[in-house]
């Protein structure tokens, strides 16, 4: 087995560059404090609710609680949820825009909206 | 023939064990599907040493495999979509035979990362999911490279013993 060549090393700077490229992309999209989460169900839009107020919101499909939803202090956690290896709870609670916890049994995506877009929303809906 | 039969049981069954270890590992760091990765240790170490058909049986039967006995259908799902894609990945990257098995065994990793990504962005419908992009590239190449680390380490030692006892 011939020692790591120049090539290997290459192409792993090359990846690890796109990784940080990949951060940094996130960092400068994100950032700033979100003003409401999304939470979708499949794709379609479950509900809106604005992080600042304290509530506790239980994710329903078909009428069975499957996650609960905790909002306060301005971010958002996932306390509860009835699948089995309960990822999404052990995910630290987000805040930020952009800022995702997946459920990938449900399908339930919550997500951190900025408030640019908030203002025309509430007018739309 | 009869022998590389019953080799293949054997490490088919290590990989289960390497699968089964990897479940007990509390490997946790704030984003969901990072892992080690034990168990493309041994799909590497076949795919260099016994061949594509080899690798790719032992992979796809420990998948199923690992899946009835720790997982459920879910994880059968990601861990195929993830498992397939950084096979071709490393199999195409050995074949044209221009990398050493640590980068074929990085870009597998991150192949299987990326491929579990997309598929949990097209099952979810939602596009948020790539907010994961970046650790999971990350990921992909640390875990790659360490097991890729270990994989050639191994295979300097075993080599002989797959030419002369497997192969046979």
């Given amino acids: 087995m011939r020692k790591l060549g120049k090539r290997d090393v290459m192409l792993m700077m090359v990846l690890l560059f796109f990784c940080f490229a990949a951060f940094l992309i996130r960092k400068l ?3 700033t404090e ?4 999304l939470v ?22 078909a009428g069975e609680t499957v996650n609960r939803l905790k909002i ?3 971010a958002a956690d996932m306390i509860w949820a009835d699948c089995p290896d309960k990822l999404c709870v052990r995910q630290k609670p987000v805040s930020k825009e952009n800022e995702t916890i997946v459920c990938l049994p449900h399908r339930v995506v919550i997500t951190v909206e900025g408030a640019a877009e908030n203002g025309f929303d509430s007018i739309a809906r | 023939m009869k022998r590389k039969t019953a080799y293949m049981g054997v490490f088919l069954a ?7 270890v990897e479940s007990l590992i509390p490997f946790y760091f704030g984003v969901p599907g990072i892992k080690l990765g034990l168990t493309n240790l041994i799909i590497v170490i076949l795919l260099y040493e016994l061949g594509v058909k080899e690798a790719l ?12 006995l720790f997982g459920n259908m879910f994880s059968i799902l990601y861990s195929l979509a993830g498992g397939l894609c ?24 991150i192949t299987h990362n990326m491929a579990q990504l997309a598929l949990a962005s097209l099952i979810v419908e939602n596009y948020g999911v790539f907010f994961y992009a970046p650790a ?13 680390v270990l994989a050639a380490e191994i295979e300097k030692r075993v080599e002989r013993f797959f030419r002369e006892t497997v192969r046979k």
């Fill in chain 1, 29 to 31: 999209a994100g950032g």
């Fill in chain 1, 34 to 37: 979100g003003a409401y989460v």
């Fill in chain 1, 40 to 61: 979708t169900v499949d794709g379609e839009i479950f509900g809106e609710y604005p992080l600042c107020e304290e509530r506790e919101i239980p994710i329903k499909i």
């Fill in chain 1, 72 to 74: 306060g202090g301005g």
């Fill in chain 2, 14 to 20: 290590f990989a289960l064990i390497l699968s089964y």
């Fill in chain 2, 57 to 68: 049986c032992i992979s796809i039967l420990r998948i199923i495999l690992a899946g009835f």
């Fill in chain 2, 86 to 109: 950084s096979f071709c990945m490393m199999c195409l990257l050995k074949k044209c035979g221009l990398f050493h098995i640590v980068t074929v065994s990085v870009c597998g990793g």
């Fill in chain 2, 136 to 148: 999971l590239l990350l990921s992909g190449v640390l875990t790659g490279f360490l097991i890729g």
